[in-house]
């Protein structure tokens, strides 16, 4: 478990940007307890301070996770972000999807979001954009990026892409041998 | 006619200019400075402090400006000026001492061998014109054989032997040799520093193998792991990864953290500024791919001034 080094904040910065923008501050400046990331086998940890230096007593090969994985560095050094960063990136959005209930499903088994399943979206969202995607009821179901801009997506098909699939919730299920 | 009244009242206005005292006043008149050696008398210190402190300073002063008219004087425009000896007191250095300087190789070698140091005049003496001349310099008896006008040419010499030419040149070989035994000298006085290594050519040179060589080392098929192994031949080490310490305070982390952020959004808004993207009305990067129909500015260009049918057939396939 170590400390990020400043490429490796930068690169993790730009994805998280990506979904949250500005509100990345309240992530890491934050008023109830100082949190902090860490780098522990690859994978980055978004933990407390208290439970990092509960944390730093255990051998590392003894260490499974702390806190709150928010993804893992790739061998060529880029950031994959995983579901279980979902609740921080849900709770501070920029930019969110609603997809109707009978979308809910192929998203949680890993396909894009095609437009006969919008529900709504936010307004003016640019192309490539990361997003996070709810079901109608308002629960967070993953995270995508945009594949047009909300004004070119009136245009298009019913089963055109709108939505490219980046993590959803049944990854839990699927993934959970490699998730954490 | 009695005057004892006259000059004793004389003499209690001008007390005597002599001081007495136990033990004489240190006087060192090259600083001004007079030093009492003499115990405090005690009775007078407690019963009048300024008095007796007032009568030790006259004493201290009367002893000093007598001493000061005994001194050879000077006329000057101001009136007569004292002239004063070199002090005496020995006053401590306000600075250390200056360090000696690190002797040269010649020195080093000369003391090992015990020679002598021969101090050489500037000027010496020439047989020939029966005079003084420099050593060097102008008019230099280094510089004779450039500057004579005639030059005996040894007999087995090349047709195009300048004798001028080759007695400048071994001269400025002299001199060059001697510039870079001084930087050697300057170089060995200032230590092994890493300063020192990045300005001199020759550890540059020395790096630029050592890093020449490593990378061959580990430039063949099996990345130098079968390679035959030469005696004393060391392990490459690379350059060791470095982290930040995982217990430091959290604080600090947060402000880089925020400041790399802040520093991101900058270095964004310049790259952003950068590429002029019109007037921001109109995408052109999305007008021209819509135009072209998704073929790009060139071809476009292409298809305006009459392009060929080949592109069409082409965009058609799409």
Known sequence: MRPLTEDESKTLFTKLTNYIGKNLIHLIDRKDEPYCFRLHKD??????ESSMRLGSSIARPNLVSLGTCFGKFSKSGKFKLHISSLDYIAQYAKYKVWIKPNGEMPFLYGNHVVKAHLGRITEDTPEHQGLVVFSMSDVPLGFGVTARSTVDTRKMDPTSIIVFHQADVGEYLRDEDTLF | MDVSNILASHAAKYQSVTVEKETSLDVDVGYLTVVDPNPIDEDSYKSNLEEH?????????????SSLFTLPTKSSDDGPLAQLPPPKIQLPRAKPLPKPKPPTKWEQFAAAKGIQKKRKDRKEWDEERQEWVNRWGK?????????????????????????????????????????KQRQGNLARAQGPSSSVADTNPREQRKKEITKSLSSARISTASMGRFDKKLEGEKKIRGVKRKFDANEQ???????ASLALLSKMESDAKKTRAAPPSGDGVVNVRKAVRFASKGQGGIALGRESSGGSTKRKQGAKRR
Request: charged share 35%.
């Open chain 2, 249 to 255: 305070p959290v604080e600090h982390e947060k402000n």
């Open chain 1, 43 to 48: 994978r980055v940890y978004y933990v407390s």
């Open chain 2, 53 to 65: 402190l007032q009568s030790l300073a006259r004493d201290g002063i009367q002893s000093l400006l």
């Open chain 2, 139 to 179: 008019d230099g008896k280094n510089k004779q054989t450039e500057e004579q006008w005639i030059t005996e040419v040894p007999l087995n010499a090349d047709v195009d032997y300048d004798p001028r030419k080759v007695a400048r040149e071994e001269r400025k070989a002299r001199v060059a040799k001697n510039e």
